[in-house]
Nanobody
Framework: VQLQASGGGLVQAGGSLRLSCAAS????????MGWYRQAPGKQRELVAA???????NYADSVKGRFTIAIDNAKNTVYLQMNSLKPEDTAVYYC????????????????WGQGTLVTVSS
C-alpha cells in the first residue's frame, strides 16, 4: 500500500490550497484517512481526519477554515485549506488506516511522503 500526496506550495496569507492524497496497492478497505502536519521544531499534530463513512474531526486551530473530504471510489482524501495563516506553514502528511489484501488482512496505519505548505505574511 502506498500513499501519494500532492498539492502543497507557497501561498500568501489569506489564500487557499487544496491537498490530495491517493492510496493505492492491495487495499481491502480504508477505515479512515487524515492529514497531520509538522512545523519546524514542533511535534507532528493532527489537522483533520475522516472515516470512510464521512465522520470528521478537526484540530481547533483549523476549524472553520479547513475542510476534509474523502472519495471512497478513488481511495483519495482531500484537504481544502482556506484563509491560510503563516502559522499553518508546515510539512503536511497524509495518513490512512487500511485493512490490506482481504477481509482477514492486517490493519495498520500508512503514511505519505509529506508535502510542504508555506504561507507568507
Amino acid at each position: 500500500v502506498q500513499l501519494q500526496a500532492s498539492g502543497g506550495g507557497l501561498v500568501q496569507a489569506g489564500g487557499s490550497l487544496r491537498l490530495s492524497c491517493a492510496a493505492s496497492g492491495s487495499i481491502f478497505r480504508i477505515n479512515a484517512m487524515g492529514w497531520y502536519r509538522q512545523a519546524p521544531g514542533k511535534q507532528r499534530e493532527l489537522v483533520a481526519a475522516i472515516t470512510s463513512g464521512g465522520s470528521t474531526n478537526y484540530a481547533d486551530s483549523v476549524k472553520g477554515r479547513f475542510t476534509i473530504a474523502i472519495d471512497n471510489a478513488k481511495n483519495t482524501v482531500y484537504l481544502q485549506m482556506n484563509s491560510l495563516k503563516p502559522e499553518d506553514t508546515a510539512v503536511y502528511y497524509c495518513n490512512a488506516n487500511i485493512r490490506a489484501r482481504a477481509a482477514w488482512g492486517p490493519v495498520r496505519d500508512y503514511w505519505g511522503q509529506g508535502t510542504l505548505v508555506t504561507v507568507s505574511s
